[in-house]
T-cell receptor, first 118, second 111 residues
Framework: GAVVSQHPSWVICKSGTSVKIECRSL??????MFWYRQFPKQSLMLMAT?????????EQGVEKDKFLINHASLTLSTLTVTSAHPEDSSFYIC??????????????FGQGTRLTVV | KQEVTQIPAALSVPEGENLVLNCSFT??????LQWFRQDPGKGLTSLLL?????REQTSGRLNASLDKSSGRSTLYIAASQPGDSATYLC??????????FGKGTKLSVKP
């Protein structure tokens, strides 16, 4: 199956700093990538959808100026948490799809990033 | 707005038991439904994908069924093992390829 690599797997940062999370599709071109967030004991919630070469579409309640998403190539999307605060501490995970992969193969997820803001 | 509910929230069984995890969704107009496994602090492992035209999928000891008309899916695990202990997530596909997740069922299989 297709492989999606997410980096870093965990990060601890100080309040007020910015953190960048990378999501790469290793063996296919991902025209669309999704970013999810999961708080403890909660379900994964979609934050934004990014399409290569265009602006990301954010879900209601997600601050686009705080969570900067860049999908500059068909294999890389980045999520930057700007001016991080302790309440941003969460598990962030990306997913990628490509029409060429075909829906029968399902959605492909990265390994996730555990962000802790202190 | 699509909502996904998973019951039970947690389940503890002795090794060897067969078990069923339930998932329900409010909007029957789904594209696909996918079951995942999530280990603590880890990403998602896809278990089974059921396309909207299918009624079930099987992989090893796992069998997932889909009844769109009633808005339900079940994940059947046969002969459970301690290694099956994890949180199981049900997700339905949105029209854009995004997934709407349930909160999961935390399964514990006791040796």
């Amino acid at each position: 199956g297709a492989v999606v690599s997410q980096h870093p797997s965990w990060v601890i940062c100080k309040s007020g700093t910015s953190v960048k999370i990378e999501c790469r599709s290793l063996d296919f071109q991902a025209t669309t990538m999704f970013w999810y967030r999961q708080f403890p004991k909660q379900s994964l919630m979609l934050m934004a959808t990014s399409n290569e070469g265009s602006k990301a579409t954010y879900e209601q309640g997600v601050e686009k100026d705080k969570f900067l998403i860049n999908h500059a190539s068909l294999t890389l999307s980045t999520l930057t948490v700007t001016s991080a605060h302790p309440e941003d501490s969460s598990f962030y995970i990306c997913s990628a799809r490509s029409p060429g992969q075909g829906d029968p193969l399902g959605a492909f997820f990265g390994q996730g990033t555990r962000l802790t803001v202190v | 707005k699509q909502e996904v509910t998973q019951i039970p929230a947690a389940l503890s069984v002795p090794e060897g038991e067969n078990l069923v995890l339930n998932c329900s969704f409010t909007d029957s107009a789904i594209y696909n439904l996918q079951w995942f496994r999530q280990d603590p602090g880890k990403g998602l492992t896809s278990l089974l994908l059921i396309q909207s035209s299918q009624r079930e999928q099987t992989s090893g000891r796992l069998n997932a069924s889909l009844d769109k008309s009633s808005g339900r899916s079940t994940l059947y695990i046969a002969a459970s093992q301690p290694g099956d202990s994890a949180t199981y997530l049900c997700a339905v596909w949105g029209s854009q390829g995004n997934l709407i997740f349930g909160k999961g069922t935390k399964l514990s299989v006791k040796p």
